[in-house]
């Protein structure tokens, strides 16, 4: 992690946990949280939104939608626009997901469409990216991530500099849920790559101010080492963070690692 970034610390709630258990988290956090010098994020699934809004008020933690709707209203059943997300409060949106990119066959043109929108909404855009373990296998990896970030970023690139401050976060598909988390020196390499194909698209300001996650299977045991790497910003925390206890552990190892 380099000093001239604040470290970022997401929860990546999914589709867990109940209004109560929200409640709960909510205030476990604020307790554990103290002065903490990492920004934390809950992206907790749409129906948690109000319990969250309602826990975090005051508090120095954010919070954002899960996914948005390129559109900004419409006949789109099941759907959640970027206006929706922010009269709930939301400061942020993640976009890219690769449980929307495989569970529901999002592509990267759309995931672009999803990046305009949460621009457009004053939604700060987390734009994940990440090969799944044939195309790691098959030497791609590379590739395909510079491919996934400058299709979802060509809207921003399109009119110079972005209107607003963004993050990434690379999630390798294969480390998601897994227990298989990307060693210290993949996630690094990974990282730097991304780095440099914000320095060709955006310049070398912008690659420099962007914070850039890691996430898949992050955990208290695993999180001070890879948050050592210095192209590593913080991390999109899944599994783990559903446990405030062990998501406030992995927070400390970003707070300890920026001083
Ligand atoms: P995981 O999920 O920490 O459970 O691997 C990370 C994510 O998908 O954001």
């Known amino acids: 992690?380099?000093?001239?970034?604040?470290?970022?610390?997401?929860?990546?709630?999914?589709?867990?946990?109940?209004?109560?258990?929200?409640?709960?988290?909510?205030?476990?956090?604020?307790?554990?949280?103290?002065?903490?010098?990492?920004?934390?994020?809950?992206?907790?699934?749409?129906?948690?939104?109000?319990?969250?809004?309602?826990?975090l008020l005051g508090s120095p933690v954010g919070w954002g939608g899960q996914d948005l709707h390129p559109d900004d209203a419409g006949a789109h059943t099941g759907d959640v626009s970027g206006p929706q997300l922010a009269d709930a409060g939301c400061t942020w949106a993640l976009a890219g997901h690769s449980e929307r990119r495989h569970d529901h066959g999002e592509g990267d043109g759309l995931v672009a469409r999803k990046v305009e929108a949460a621009l457009r909404n004053g939604l700060t855009p987390l734009v994940c990216v990440g090969e799944t373990k044939a195309e790691r296998d098959a030497g791609e990896t590379l590739e395909l991530l510079r491919n996934q970030l400058e299709m979802a970023l060509a809207p921003i690139a399109a009119t110079g500099r972005p209107p607003r401050p963004f993050a990434v976060a690379y999630e390798p598909v294969w480390a998601i849920g897994t227990g298989d988390t990307a060693t210290p020196e993949i996630a690094q390499e990974a990282h730097r790559h991304l780095r440099g194909v914000l320095a060709e698209g955006l310049g070398d300001d912008v690659a420099r101010a962007t914070r850039i996650l890691y996430g898949g299977s992050v955990k208290p045991h695993n999180a001070a080492e890879l948050i050592a790497q210095g192209d590593l910003d913080g991390f999109l925390v899944g599994g783990a963070s559903l446990d405030a206890e062990e998501f406030l552990a992995i927070i400390r190892c970003c707070d300890a690692n920026g001083r």
């Open 1 to 55: 992690m380099s000093p001239s970034r604040t470290p970022l610390v997401a929860a990546n709630w999914k589709m867990n946990l109940l209004r109560e258990d929200a409640e709960g988290y909510c205030e476990a956090l604020r307790a554990g949280l103290g002065e903490a010098e990492s920004e934390v994020l809950i992206f907790p699934s749409f129906p948690l939104l109000p319990a969250v809004a309602a826990g």
